[in-house]
């Protein structure tokens, strides 16, 4: 549910010829009908999750959520995956630690080169935005918030009710779980 705002909050900044801002109600059915510029979203997540199973060796699936939770162990489980675990030398001295403050949100988003400028695409084709010659992202606008559970802020209880019986039904049987934090939601489990 991140996602659907983080979505909507990203190309809500868009400017181009051409282009219109979504609204929140807008960007919330072309989610729940799997228009995306990058396809549909279910069939994206549920591909590659599949694909990590299928092939442990050489894709590794995360989740946000996960990351947020305890990004030192995903670090390693990274490392090891890549093939150049940490030494148990490089533990100690605290590498996996700076590792992670070099690369929290609130470190690349107080980076210069992401506070200012725009970055420009351009493609004449139709898109599902409509027609767009050339548009353009503010750097900023690759960083919102990265707070979990902040979709709660956003949706209304009938969106959510919406997304939940959306993500049982794309992901039924396949053992992908997503964990929905907020002051009310639960983890939503498909069955395997």
């Known amino acids: 549910m991140d996602t659907l705002v983080s979505f909507w909050s990203f190309f809500s900044r868009l400017r ?17 009908q799997g228009i995306n510029e990058f396809g549909p979203f279910f069939d994206h997540v549920s591909g590659y999750w599949r694909a990590s199973q299928e092939k442990p060796s050489k894709i590794l699936f995360l989740q946000y959520e996960d990351l947020k939770e305890d990004i030192n162990s995903h670090l390693k489980k990274l490392a ?3 093939g150049v675990p940490f030494t148990e030398e490089e533990e100690k001295q605290g590498v996996v630690e700076e590792i992670a403050k070099i690369c929290s949100f609130e470190n690349m988003k107080d980076l210069e080169v992401n506070k200012k400028g725009v970055q420009t695409f351009g493609y004449p084709q139709e898109t599902f935005l409509g027609k767009i010659k050339t548009y353009e992202i ?18 209304t209880p ?10 049982q039904e ?6 992908l779980t997503f964990k929905l934090f907020s002051k009310t939601s639960k983890d939503i489990t498909s069955t395997s």
């Open 170 to 175: 794309k992901l039924e049987n396949s053992g």
């Open 16 to 32: 181009g010829e051409g282009f219109e801002p979504v609204s929140l109600d807008e960007a919330f059915e072309m989610f729940c």
């Open 158 to 167: 009938s969106m959510v009710e919406r997304l939940e019986k959306l993500i």
């Open 80 to 82: 090891m995956f890549l």
């Open 138 to 155: 503010p750097r900023e606008a690759f960083f919102r918030k990265a707070e979990v559970g902040d979709w709660s802020n956003y949706l």
